[in-house]
Structure formats: C-alpha cells, structure tokens
C-alpha cells in the first residue's frame, strides 16, 4: 500500500479530457516534493511524462499536463487518444521512507 | 542513443541468489545516480534500490534490506544487482532506471526489463 494514492482505474471517450489524481500527505507532495508522472504502455518499460509536476520532457504532446496543489498532485490529457489507454503513476520523495521516491499505486486509462 | 539493458534475470528456487546487469550506452554513466525498481506480475511499481553516481552512498528498500547489494562499475558502464536469500514475493519485472538531477530527480530513461521468478 503506497503513500501516494491513485484512482485504480479511469476511462473516456475518445476527444474527452480525463484527469488522475495523485493523493499524498504532508511527508511528500505536501511537504513541496516534485511529482512526476510516467505512462506504461502494454506490455513495456515505464516512460516519463511529466517531470517536475507540470514539466514535459522532449517529445511528450502537450495533451498531457500535470499541476500540484496542497498534498495532491493530478495529471490531465486531453482530446484522449486509443493511444492513451496505459497505466499512469505517479512518483514523488517521501521524508519518511528512504531513498529517492516512491510511486503511487498506478491508474489504468482506458480509452472507450 | 541513450540506453539500459538489464541482464541475468531467470528462474531460481526461493532461498537461491541471482545477479542483476544493466548496461549503459550513450550517455556519461558515472555522471548519473542510477536505480532498481520492480513491478511484481500484474501490479505497481516498487523502488528497490539507488547508488549515487560515485557508488558512495546506497539505499535500500525496507522489504530488500539485508538480501539485495546494489553496486556500480563506471569504467565498464553497468550497474549491478545481487540478489541473495530471494522469497517468492521478489518475483518481479526488475528495471533500471537512471535519475536526472537536472530535471528534478526524475527517471528519466529506463531499461527494458528483466523478469525474476522465484519458485520451486
């Protein structure tokens, strides 16, 4: 059971806007500890997406952004593609554990 | 280009040892502090284990503590898993990932994968 929880699952239609909430507490993403978010394809090896709560890397469509507020973090796509439809976690540092971060549960995005 | 391949994951009996691989290409290894993470079949993604870019500093997880060693070579660009004493519960898709300070800590380019099962 992670310290950071996520919705376990969200869905859309294609074109729609859906978001996934990142849920934390005051020894994380309320203590200002960056949050980043990574999307797994099927069957591969986690991508980042967002870094630094709302920083895309190099190549990541602006559909995809990320915001933080108080101990929560969330990440939006919109005009939702069938390309989406991945699982989401997010990742941030917690004073209370060691090492450099731990993830949230993860979202599975299904696209209708 | 940028890359990490992970090596040596297999099956092995619970009590056994294996030795994790991931070898760096395209980039500075020795400038980047480097980590374990694992994803069990069918579910999240757990940190395991990080070495800072000299190999000076190491943490572990609490659930691998005592059983896994985590080591670097800069000369030959790989990072190293040992994995001793291992339970049914490692069983896991194991990463490596490289963390970037200069995006904020995050993990910026992962390996593959390698999966490790632990069974009789």
């Known amino acids: 059971q992670s310290v950071l929880t996520q919705p376990p699952s969200v869905s859309g239609a294609p074109g729609q806007r859906v978001t996934i909430s990142c849920t934390g507490s005051s020894s994380n993403i309320g203590a200002g500890y960056d949050v980043h978010w990574y999307q797994q394809l099927p069957g591969t090896a986690p991508k980042l997406l967002i870094y630094g709560n709302s920083n895309r890397p190099s190549g990541v469509p602006d559909r995809f952004s990320g915001s933080k507020s108080g101990t929560s973090a969330s990440l939006a796509i919109t005009g939702l593609q069938a390309e989406d439809e991945a699982d989401y976690y997010c990742q941030s540092y917690d004073s209370s554990l060691s090492g450099p971060g731990v993830f949230g549960g993860g979202t599975k995005l299904t696209v209708l | 280009q940028v890359q990490l391949v992970e090596s040596g994951g297999g099956l092995v009996k619970p009590g056994g040892s294996l030795r994790l691989s991931c070898a760096a290409s395209g980039f500075t290894f020795s400038d980047y502090y480097m980590s374990w993470i694992r994803q069990a079949p069918g579910k999240g993604l757990e940190w395991v284990s990080y070495i800072s870019s000299s190999g000076s500093t190491i943490y572990y997880a609490d659930s691998v503590k005592g059983r896994f060693t985590i080591s670097r070579d800069n000369a030959k660009n790989s990072l190293y898993l040992q994995m001793n004493s291992l339970r049914a519960e490692d069983t896991a898709v194991y990463y490596c990932?490289?963390?970037?300070?200069?995006?904020?800590?995050?993990?910026?380019?992962w390996g593959q994968g390698t999966m490790v099962t632990v069974s009789s």
């Open positions: 990932a490289r963390g970037n300070i200069r995006i904020l800590d995050a993990f910026d380019i």
